[in-house]
């Protein structure tokens, strides 16, 4: 059965602390892995999709890995505004079911 | 500007009164999608649809019927809503080939079942 787990499920950060944030997957094909940003009373915004190991993608302060089994998100030197619900979802090789993860809950204090 | 629209954003309702969710996308997506959302559980999958007159279950279809009659609409159809529906709803849709497959989502409707 395909199944995506996030951890942690929340993170307190200060600002500029930087650190990760994981996602394991099973999937019988991936077809790709996708990482969504949710703000609070909001619809998920797409961030990254990354399709094979060793790819890696970056948008700002934050950086995607992936390898056959997990994917990171790295954050980097993060800010309040960064402060969000982070998804990760795989797209399985069928191409037409989405799997997400709970998602990961992140604070930064300023 | 490119979006997805749901409408109604918030629904207080009563068990059995049955109910429709609007889900609009004007950028001429073939495939679009309902989630539920639950604290703790993510976003589950409700229904999709390939096109046109082309349905099928996600993993929690139970009590949702859902049609496409054109590319643009994908209403969510609750004959018979139980609390258990109490949830928050999201459509998404996306173009298949090409680009990076990432889904748009609507804004959220938050239901009440009573």
């Known amino acids: 059965e395909d199944q995506v787990t996030q951890s942690p499920e929340a993170l307190r950060l200060q600002e500029g602390e930087s650190s990760s944030l994981n996602c394991s997957y099973t999937v019988s094909g991936l077809r790709g892995l996708f990482w969504y940003r949710q703000d609070p009373g909001k619809g998920p915004e797409f961030l990254f999709t990354l399709y094979s190991a060793g790819e890696e993608k970056e948008k700002e302060r934050l950086k995607a890995t992936l390898t056959k089994k997990e994917s990171f998100l790295h954050i980097t030197a993060p800010k309040p505004e960064d402060s969000a619900t982070y998804l990760c979802a795989v797209l399985n090789t069928g191409g037409f079911k989405t799997i997400f993860g709970a998602g990961t809950r992140l604070f930064v204090k300023a | ?114």
């Open chain 2, 1 to 114: 500007e490119a979006q997805v629209t749901q409408n109604p954003r918030y629904l207080i309702t009563v068990t059995g009164k049955k109910l429709t969710v609007t889900c609009s996308q004007n950028m001429n997506h073939e495939y679009m999608s309902w989630y539920r959302q639950d604290p703790g559980l993510g976003l589950r999958q409700i229904y999709y649809s390939m096109n046109v007159e082309v349905t099928d279950k996600g993993d929690v279809p139970e009590g949702y019927k859902v049609s496409r009659k054109e590319k643009r609409n994908f209403p969510l159809i609750l004959e018979s809503p139980s609390p258990n529906q109490t949830s928050l709803y999201f459509c998404a849709s996306r173009a298949l080939g090409g680009g990076d497959n990432e889904q748009f989502f609507g804004p959220g409707t938050r239901l009440t079942v009573l």
